[in-house]
């Protein structure tokens, strides 16, 4: 099987995500139960999807779109962070449930935990979806939080019908090991099928495909669809096509006294492999993209690029 189809050069980048406010609280002890813990708290924007679409901007290109549902109490200031950092915001304001929080507990190694309250997200629905909003596009990235409820799955399945249709090349996120456990493997890889792109971390593509080792998971998930992309944090990055690993990407070293926060690692790899692949670069050229802005997103507070 040959390598996904590569988005055409110089189209936008349309992100259908998550737009998360994120409150992060950093803790360099233990939490201590039933008491006080010391720690260090923002409040900050955020969301798989947001963050990748922030990061793609970052590296470079041009028109980065976002959808996304949010609260009403909040719609103001997620547009602003989006147009502050070079993306164009297409946010669903919703009136009766508030924007999706994560309070996210990281630690010394600066490992985090997330507690999510999906709120807004998963309300996205094809209502908010039309086949217009890919005038122009060159490359759907949907974020896997999409898929964990009925109506923002089904806003989701549309906006990949609707891609495929119109020879737009779609990627995906899984998002979450979680609720990838929650919804069932299975039936996560039966609703993402048509997507020429997955780009799980190591955890999420074990709990796909049931191999324990990371190289034989990207095999199995680059079956599926033409190519996947395995992110290993620290390690690098697994780029497989047609079942076969075609590149092993390191990543550039980091510090530890400098690493601060590995929340949006992951959304920084894809969104600057996403703005590579839409320069013309191949796939292991786009991972060492990625792999160079998770290794830079590791070293800020928060999910998004440090000028944000």
């Given at each position: 099987m040959t390598e996904a189809a590569a988005p055409a050069p110089?189209?936008?980048?349309?992100?259908?995500?998550?737009?998360?406010?994120?409150?992060?609280?950093?803790?360099?002890?233990?939490?201590?139960?039933?008491?006080?813990?010391?720690?260090?708290?923002?409040t900050l924007p955020g969301g798989a999807g947001a963050n990748a679409a922030c990061w793609a901007a970052r590296r470079g290109h041009r028109d980065v779109r976002l959808l996304g549902r949010v609260g009403t109490e909040s719609v103001g200031w997620h547009e602003r962070a989006l147009l502050a950092a070079g993306v164009r915001p297409l946010l669903v304001p919703d009136p009766?449930?508030?924007?999706?929080?994560?309070?996210?507990?990281?630690?010394?190694?600066?490992?985090r935990t997330f507690l999510t309250d999906s709120g807004a997200v998963l309300r996205l629905s094809p209502a908010d979806w039309s086949a217009g909003l890919l005038d122009g596009v060159a490359a759907l990235h949907l974020s896997g939080y999409l898929f964990f409820a009925p109506p923002s799955q089904a806003a989701a399945l549309l906006a990949l019908r609707d891609a495929r249709a119109a020879g737009i090349p779609v990627s995906v996120d899984p998002a979450s090991a979680g609720?990838?456990?929650?919804?069932?493997?299975?039936?996560?890889?039966?609703?993402?099928?048509?997507?020429?792109?997955?780009?799980?971390?190591?955890?999420?593509?074990?709990?796909?495909?049931?191999?324990?080792?990371?190289?034989?998971?990207?095999?199995?998930?680059?079956?599926?669809?033409?190519?996947?992309?395995?992110?290993?944090?620290?390690?690098?990055?697994?780029?497989?096509?047609?079942?076969?690993?075609?590149?092993?990407?390191?990543?550039?070293?980091?510090?530890?006294?400098?690493?601060?926060?590995?929340?949006?690692?992951?959304?920084?790899?894809?969104?600057?492999?996403?703005?590579?692949?839409?320069?013309?670069?191949?796939?292991?050229?786009?991972?060492?993209?990625?792999?160079?802005?998770?290794?830079?997103?590791?070293?800020?507070?928060?999910?998004?690029p440090p000028s944000v």
């Open positions: 110089g189209g936008a980048l349309l992100v259908v995500g998550d737009v998360v406010t994120d409150v992060v609280a950093r803790h360099r002890t233990p939490l201590a139960p039933a008491t006080d813990t010391t720690a260090s708290i923002r009766e449930v508030p924007t999706a929080t994560v309070i996210a507990l990281v630690d010394a190694a600066a490992e609720f990838l456990a929650e919804l069932g493997p299975e039936r996560f890889l039966g609703a993402v099928e048509g997507a020429s792109l997955l780009l799980p971390n190591a955890d999420e593509a074990r709990l796909l495909t049931g191999e324990p080792d990371p190289e034989a998971a990207a095999r199995v998930l680059s079956r599926r669809g033409p190519s996947a992309v395995v992110t290993l944090g620290a390690a690098g990055a697994l780029v497989a096509e047609g079942g076969t690993v075609t590149a092993r990407v390191a990543a550039p070293p980091v510090a530890p006294e400098r690493r601060v926060d590995s929340t949006g690692a992951g959304d920084a790899f894809t969104g600057a492999f996403l703005a590579a692949r839409l320069a013309g670069a191949d796939l292991a050229e786009a991972a060492r993209a990625g792999c160079a802005a998770g290794a830079e997103a590791v070293t800020v507070v928060g999910g998004r």
